[in-house]
């Protein structure tokens, strides 16, 4: 039998010291969860140089600084949150700190916005906070998927405010609903997914409660999903896009990913915290102190099956199933109550979510920190490469993949990229995706440019300038030794693989720079 329990937050009214501990770890936790951002000029996230080197084409876009390579055509599109906010604010700043600013604004969104989703749902605020930090580096967003974080704390304020009026005047929920659908349907289409589905799931979960009655709840439902459908009518009319075409399950990753999701990193750190986190939620529910209310049942299992019925790849975007996790992370604990039986219970709790939280802290300082000798090392190698050059990427590793067996070594896999920004370049592997991107390289050299922004791995390009090509050699490579001046080799030292063709210009623990002698 469950003894009689004693929420961690007792009546505000009166003076509670456990609450009063709790806020404090509270504030402290995100005090430093913030730090990294504000210590590495440039975070060490996977697509974060990649994002950063776009940004300055934008910024740059219309001015006699121009990069030659690439023009910006806008299109009636989704997932251009940053692609519109950053070089409006790199008019007041560098554009480094613009986008690092993003960064910031993107990790206090997903803070402030699962706090208020909880306050409205309960009048206080108890789990959503600490729910936000401890994912606040999941593995979508160590990664550097700054666009779906920035959307996705936006979602979380569009629910949050949704349900507040969820009693009221139709017209002003209709309107808020509307101003909502807009920004998120701009700023990234899978958070407009999840605000949509959590909304819909809730009105659903009415109905099933008797709440409202059937036309009513058809009513509420058509009036959520009518700003979407307009959108995506205009959309198809202006012959806009969601990403590219192609869909993939990767089926044999769905049961593996929950153990990864914590950290992006470290996958012992992510399995550590992921297994804790897990084994906790399910010891509360077993013994009844964890309850989800009908709403967030109905919530749960729709988020669920989402992540097991959405592809791996959705629209040519990789890692679309992975963003339900940190979804569901960061709304549920608005939807039900934890309520534990003793002081000790309640401390325990608060040190085993502080303890996860630290750990995927401890793991981002080891990586972003070290990175900063590593970015400043390339950036100053750009001052080797003449401005207005073609510079060429390429992966130790010989099949050419990014190095998944050592994630710390990821957030290296883009940094070349930073060419566009720093030399005027052109880099083949710049996210410049119709329907993803409002960048493009210019017909000049469309050839050139990475179909996926993959790279290609040195072994290939020494058989072509071998004359031993592939079969299967990507054109773009095919004649590299002519259409590139500068070659960037990613992974540890090694010795120059084409001593008549490559000139060493830089090494370092990280890359190799070498120039390319023109062959014909």
Same mark, same amino acid.
């Given at each position: 039998m469950v003894p009689s329990s004693k929420p961690i937050l007792t009546d505000p009214a009166r003076p509670d010291p456990d609450r009063a501990v709790a806020m404090i770890v509270l504030a402290m936790l995100a005090v430093v969860s913030f730090v990294p951002v504000l210590l590495t000029p440039i975070p060490a996230m996977v697509d974060y140089p990649n994002h950063l080197a776009r940004m300055s084409v934008l910024s740059q876009n219309g001015t006699a600084g121009a990069n030659p390579y690439y023009e910006v055509r806008w299109a009636f599109y989704p997932n251009l949150g940053m692609d519109l906010l950053v070089p409006q604010l790199a008019r007041l700043m560098s554009v480094e700190n613009a986008t690092r600013l993003f960064l910031l604004l993107s990790q206090c969104l997903i803070v402030t916005g699962a706090l208020l989703l909880e306050w409205v749902r309960k009048g206080r605020i108890r789990l959503a906070g600490f729910a936000a930090l401890a994912f606040l580096y999941c593995l979508p967003f160590s990664w550097g998927f700054v666009n779906f974080e920035f959307?996705? *704390?936006?979602?979380?304020? *569009?629910?949050?405010?949704?349900?507040?009026l969820a009693e009221g005047p139709w017209p002003l929920r209709f309107m808020a609903n509307l101003i909502f659908v807009a920004a998120l349907y701009v700023a990234h289409f899978f958070s407009l997914g999840i605000y949509g589905a959590t909304l819909g799931l809730f009105e659903l979960s009415r109905v099933r409660q008797g709440r409202v009655a059937y036309p009513v709840a058809a009513a509420r439902l058509g009036a959520l999903a009518l700003p979407a459908l307009a959108l995506l009518a205009i959309m198809h009319v202006t012959a806009g896009a969601i990403g590219s075409q192609g869909n993939d399950w990767f089926l044999a990753f769905k049961p593996v990913w929950p153990l990864r999701i914590m950290n992006g990193y470290n996958l012992t750190a992510a399995a550590v915290t992921g297994l804790t986190l897990m084994t906790a939620l399910l010891f509360a529910a077993r013994r009844g102190v964890l309850r989800l209310e009908p709403a967030g049942i109905w919530i749960a299992l729709g988020l669920a099956l989402l992540y097991v019925t959405i592809p791996s790849r959705l629209f040519g975007t990789s890692f679309a199933d992975l963003r339900v996790f940190p979804a569901a992370a960061l709304i549920l604990p608005a939807f039900c109550s934890l309520s534990l039986p003793s002081r000790a219970w309640r401390m325990a709790a608060l040190a085993a979510i502080s303890g996860i939280t630290l750990i995927n802290l401890a793991v981002v300082f080891t990586v972003w920190l070290p990175y900063r000798a590593d970015y400043a090392a390339i950036v100053e190698?750009?001052?080797?490469?003449?401005? *207005?050059?073609?510079?060429?990427?390429s992966n130790a590793d010989e099949a050419g993949d990014p190095p998944f067996a050592d994630l710390t070594a990821y957030p290296m896999y883009y940094a070349p990229t930073l060419a566009v920004h720093y030399a005027n370049a052109f880099v083949p592997n710049l996210f410049t995706e119709a329907g993803k991107q409002p960048v493009r390289a210019v017909e000049a050299v469309r050839h050139l440019a990475t179909p996926d922004g993959g790279l290609v791995s040195s072994g290939l390009l020494t058989a072509i300038a071998a004359g031993r090509p592939p079969a299967d050699s990507p054109r773009f490579v095919r004649t590299w030794y002519r259409d590139f001046d500068y070659l960037y080799v990613l992974g540890p030292r090694a010795a120059n693989p084409l001593p008549d063709l490559l000139e060493l210009l830089q090494t370092s623990d990280r890359f190799v720079l070498y120039r390319i002698r023109r062959k014909s």
């Open positions: 959307g996705l *704390g936006l979602a979380l304020w *569009g629910i949050a405010v949704y349900l507040m190698s750009f001052r080797k490469v003449e401005r *207005g050059s073609r510079v060429l990427v």
